[in-house]
């Protein structure tokens, strides 16, 4: 019996269940990670930090606390164990990252803000070889800003923060951080439908693995851009986004990386052969209540 049965039988429906309570990125030990990583510790580790840390994020969540009032609750414990003589539990996230280890690959995570609100999306790309953390966060960033790419089909009240890019290719790789402030492309009817509803951006590898399939939740997107049945992309809004995260994709290339996705299951990375955009809206509650 795993720790977890309470709540969830496998990670699947472990992740679906927390996702909603966990931050971005959150001080685990010494280190910041970003979602994926935390959820994926504390279902493997139950008993270390992230473990931890999902927990009371959870267990605050489903009583009613903001996701702000969680993480402050989360990253108070974290700093008390830290200050602790010894802080022995924070091996226990090392070991686990590394599961971690992709040689080349770079987990960059985009960061905007509307609202005061962080809206965060997280990218995995292939380059030539390690220590490119730099030019991956730039080539990021440039991708992104790109004519006709992702930036461009948002609205102007969404700006950039900045561009991290983490080196996977060991347990000590490099991170490097760009900051920016370009706002969104639209600049007129450009009023948002949520904050919380994106365009579910699938990212497809060529097999029927799913180890070899991701999804990006771009937006937020802006009300012209979704049906009047209030649950469906606009054709034109389909065409757009597409356009735009194949702009992403020829700019990356163009740079010398591939976009792509990373497997924590497998440890490996698949190059992206296709993208598509959902037709259905999808939606990130933490984008809303925060």
């Known amino acids: 019996m795993g720790f977890w049965d309470f709540m969830a039988p496998d990670f699947e429906t472990f992740k679906a269940e927390v996702d909603p309570y966990v931050p971005d990125f959150l001080p685990i030990g010494r280190l910041v990670l970003p979602r994926d990583d935390i959820v994926f510790l504390a279902w493997t580790l139950a008993p270390s930090p992230a473990g931890v840390a999902v927990r009371l994020l959870w267990e605050a969540g489903k009583a009613g606390a903001s996701l702000q009032q969680a993480t402050a609750a989360a990253n108070a414990v974290n700093n008390q164990a830290i200050a ?47 220590g490119q953390e730099t030019a991956a966060a730039t080539a990021a960033l440039a991708g992104w800003k790109v004519a006709t790419g992702p930036l461009t089909q948002l609205s ?95 700019s990356l290339a163009g740079a010398s990386f591939t976009l792509g996705v990373a497997s924590r299951k497998t440890s490996s990375f698949t190059s992206a052969g296709t993208v598509a955009v959902e037709t259905t809206i999808a939606t990130q509650r933490r984008r809303i209540r925060s």
Not at 103 to 118: H, K, L, Q, S
């Open 84 to 130: 602790s003589p010894g802080g022995h539990t924070v091996i226990g996230v090392t070991n686990a990252l590394a599961q971690l280890i992709i040689p080349n690959v770079y987990r960059v995570a985009i960061r905007m803000v509307t609202g005061g609100r962080d809206i965060v999306n997280v990218l995995h790309i292939e380059g030539t070889s390690s």
């Open 156 to 250: 102007s009240l969404v700006a950039m923060v900045d561009v991290t890019a983490m080196d996977l290719s060991s347990s000590s790789g490099g991170i490097h951080v760009i900051t920016d402030t370009t706002a969104g492309g639209i600049t007129s009817v450009n009023s948002l439908a949520t904050r919380g509803a994106a365009a579910l951006i699938k990212l497809n590898g060529g097999t029927r693995s799913r180890s070899t399939r991701g999804r990006i939740y771009y937006g937020p997107v802006m009300e012209s851009s979704i049906n009047s049945d209030g649950a469906t992309l606009s054709g034109t809004a389909i065409g757009l986004f597409t356009t735009a995260f194949t702009a992403l994709k020829t």
